[in-house]
């Protein structure tokens, strides 16, 4: 029996999401904001981009769940991020780190530092922002792209998940999940979410969304996977390129069902 099938169905999560309509607080990046809050809308949450350091802290405590994403990250939004973060973990709210081109320079390693250092639930990288976060060279990225497979991160998944304590997320061709000790994959995407950008800041909100309504983290992690991965594979199968796409994906996650979701969901 694989670790998903002791776990529960999407569509738990999808019915949480749309019956509760959580919270969300983003402090993600100029280009992610849009459809990061139009993805959260379109699954029952409600987002709001919350980054001034005046009241990002503040917000936090409030929020079902906390998203942070190093996208764009400029002095005053690193004080902010740490600062929520904190809060966040003193709340009792999870949060999850989106450390977008991790590898790219020092400004962004240090900044994924110090937040790895406040306790983060949900790490969500593509394989070579997880292999730099775990400390292993030689797959830096090209940017805000991974240079290798999702399979090459495997090992740092579980080396990172085990030193900083959150479920580890390591998204590609195939998704892989892992706390450290326990590991789980997800089959559904599609490789045209490629060509439109922002297409994993949009996951990492959604992953918070569920992690809001969910209190497995791994669990919440695999289900927003599911959830986000079929919608892709629905809205590409009737999209003529990356602009429909963009916009079939938005309709797919407002239209989705749970029975569906169960049975189009390839967990393992």
């Known amino acids: 029996m694989t670790l998903a099938a002791t776990l529960d169905q999407p569509s738990k999560t999808l019915h949480a999401l749309r019956e509760q309509r959580p919270l969300v607080q983003n402090i993600t990046n100029f280009v992610a904001m849009d459809l990061a809050a139009n993805t959260l809308l379109a699954v029952g949450a409600s987002p ?3 980054h001034a350091p005046q009241e990002a802290a503040e917000f936090a405590a409030l929020a079902g769940a906390l998203t942070v994403n190093l996208g764009t990250m400029e002095a005053h939004w690193v004080e902010s991020a740490e ?7 003193a709340a009792g709210r999870p949060w999850v780190l989106d450390p977008v081109a991790v590898g790219a320079t020092g400004f962004r390693r240090g900044n994924a530092a110090r937040l790895l250092a406040c306790k983060p639930t949900v790490v969500r990288g593509n394989a070579s922002e997880i292999m730099t976060l775990a400390g292993l060279s030689g797959a830096e990225g090209k940017g805000v792209d991974s240079t290798v497979g ?3 991160a495997v090992e740092a998944s579980q080396r990172l998940a085990q030193s900083c304590g959150a479920v580890v997320v390591v998204t590609g061709a195939l998704d892989h999940v892992s706390d450290g000790t326990r590991q789980a994959t997800c089959a559904n995407s599609h490789e045209m979410m490629t060509r439109i950008t922002a297409s994993g800041c949009a996951l990492t909100a959604l992953t ?5 309504v969910e209190p497995e983290p791994l669990a919440a992690a695999l289900h927003a996977l599911a959830i986000y991965g079929v919608a892709a594979e629905r809205a590409a199968a009737r999209s003529r390129g990356p602009g429909s796409l963009r916009v079939n994906l938005l309709d797919e996650l407002y239209l989705l069902d749970g029975g569906d979701l169960d049975r189009a969901a390839r967990l393992g």
């Open 208 to 212: 918070g969304a569920c992690l809001a």
């Open 83 to 89: 600062a929520a973060a904190k809060a966040a973990a």
């Open 150 to 152: 999702s399979e090459s």
């Open 48 to 50: 709001a981009m919350v």
